[in-house]
């Protein structure tokens, strides 16, 4: 197992990885870093743990967007049959109540 030393708000951590994964966790880290750095400048210096539940929050988000999933955990698609099924059932309890 390899290790590699990333630097995130000026802090050194020495983390595990795989071998030859050292590339890809310093990247990492840098996007990491880049945006801890973007809060530090809109809120300041709040606190380690705060900055890095901030960034990892703002990760976490893009994540569930990139797959396709709303803040009700359902994908939109998911939603707009849902939505569409609604609408359906809507109209047959009119017209069933209507007696056309």
Do not use: H
């Not at 569930?64 to 609408?87: H, T």
């Amino acid at each position: 197992m390899a290790q590699v030393t990333v630097n995130l708000n000026g802090r050194d951590y020495t983390v595990g990885c795989g071998d030859g994964e050292e590339g890809r966790i310093r990247d990492l880290a840098r996007e990491l870093d880049t945006r801890i750095k973007g809060f530090v400048g809109q809120v300041g210096q709040i606190g380690e743990a705060r900055l890095l539940v901030l960034a990892l929050l703002t990760l976490a988000d893009e994540l569930a967007e990139a797959a396709g999933k709303g803040a009700d955990g359902r994908s939109p698609l998911a939603a707009g049959i849902e939505a569409l099924a609604q609408r359906v059932e809507t109209v047959a309890t009119r017209l069933e109540n209507a007696k056309i």
